[in-house]
């Protein structure tokens, strides 16, 4: 946790105090039924306390700006265990993948980021490692919670994440 609001620091995004939290609803294992996760859309921090079990997919419905940094981060509760493994992906309207997030975060847990192409309705995927499909095919069975938050970019914002998560990424590899 402390990583990610290191690094949200070196991003410029605004501290929203803490992260409004929300609780995941089941059924939510497709984009039909995503369940929404509220937002002012240019710039805010949500936090929702959900669970993946072996089947699970979780999806949530978002509104974002064109043109911001989106993040999400997935975070588990037992952080002296490194086998809860999660994927991240974000889809756009249509159903189409735009961004895939696997590990960058703490453990094997993800972090997914990228500049919004255009503004409207996305959605978050939650799923268990293996399951690139989003289709439940996944044995990961932990809570978690996921935080996603978005502003507008400041100077230098993208060079700072991706020197951040190369440096995790090789730091855990070594
Ligand atoms: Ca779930
Ligand atoms: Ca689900």
Redesign the pocket.
Known sequence: MMRALTMAAALGIAAAAAPATLH?V????SIA?AQIIPVIPQCFSEAVN?G??PG????YQIELFGGILFIASLFDFTPQLVDNDAILALFDDGGAMIAFGSDGGTGVLSVLFLIVPHSGTYYVG?SGVGDNGFI?DHEQLFPYKLVVSSCVPAPGALAALLFACCCGRSRRRR
């Open positions: 995941e089941e059924p939510n294992d039924s959900g993946l079990v699970d997919v979780d999806f939650v439940g």
